[in-house]
């Protein structure tokens, strides 16, 4: 929540959007989240992903706000990576929230088209393809 919080959503937006934002147990046990931890084991980053037609999903990619810049992101982002190519997958494919865009784009993803948002009504993301 302190991730997608950073960008200045105001409460509301938030309240909508939490559960859209949570992990989901069942992807924890089928070992698709990733959390990156500092040296005391708190936490720093978390990622998971899906298995969506047309490819693999990034569902989630979060940093502890005040490690931004630290290589926490490009770590989870390099995991969920691997782990979509050990699922056999072309592509993963990212709903990213705008602000994240750029991120994801220095990464290697290229915009291909928007998608609705799953936890706001009306609200449209970037879709971004990262081919493998």
Known sequence: MRS???WGYDAEFMRLSQPALSVDAAAIAEGRVFVAADEHDAPLGVAACAIRAGGAELTHL????GTFGQGIGEALFAAALEWARRQDRSALLIASDPGATGFYEKMGAVRVGTVPSDAIAGRVLPLLRFEL
């Open 4 to 6: 997608k919080a950073h």
């Open 62 to 65: 979060f940093v502890e706000p």
